[in-house]
């Protein structure tokens, strides 16, 4: 069987990747350090939440991406603390991370917040699971790290659209003024 042919990035795709690299960097840093400031706990959450929406490949499915991992997560929020209230022993717990677990596989491809509805209790559950805690600041922290985080993502994904719109701008200056380039 023959080796796949390798692919050769052009400068412009390596210079793609790297604002892209440097985006989803950014992002993290920039939301853990604000997640810290804060003084909550769960700053990861912030972080993984930042980075999501930069995974787009256009403005509008990254906008929407961020906006979705808001209103998921805060539903998905809503959601754990119905299955938290009575306090499942952690066998039924485990059944319940069982059905979250499936049906968020059923959903995350086609629709990414209503996914989160499900991978947010999960998370929730899990995390319950591995280290029992009082469920109301699990949950508060789940919240607030994913607005954080998902504010700071689509606060980049913005300027990196004003980038983008900066350089068609130039482009179209460069060829007006110089036609035969």
Not at 3 to 19: D, K, S
Not at 27 to 48: E, R, S
Not at 106 to 119: E, G, N, P, S, T
Not at 139 to 157: C, E
């Amino acid at each position: 069987m023959a080796a796949p042919e390798r692919r050769i990035l052009t400068p412009g795709q390596w210079r793609e990747f790297g604002v892209e690299a440097g985006a989803n960097a950014l992002a993290a840093l920039a939301a853990g350090a604000l997640a810290t400031t804060v003084g909550l706990g769960h700053n990861y959450w912030a972080m993984v939440a930042a980075v999501a929406p930069i995974a787009g490949p256009s403005l509008a499915q990254r906008v929407n991406k961020g906006v979705h991992r808001i209103l998921g997560t805060f539903a998905g929020v809503a959601a754990a603390g119905l299955l938290l209230a009575p306090h499942p022993a952690p066998w039924v717990m485990v059944l319940i991370v069982i059905v979250l677990q499936f049906a968020a596989e059923m959903f995350v491809l086609r629709h990414y917040a209503l996914a989160l509805i499900f991978i947010t209790p999960l998370a929730l559950l899990m995390t319950e699971l591995a280290a029992p805690t009082d469920p109301t600041a699990l949950m508060v922290d789940r919240a607030i790290q994913t607005a954080i985080g998902a504010l700071v993502g689509l606060s980049l994904v913005y300027l990196m659209h004003q980038r983008t719109l900066r350089e068609k701008a130039r482009r179209r200056l460069r060829k007006h003024q110089d036609p035969e380039a």
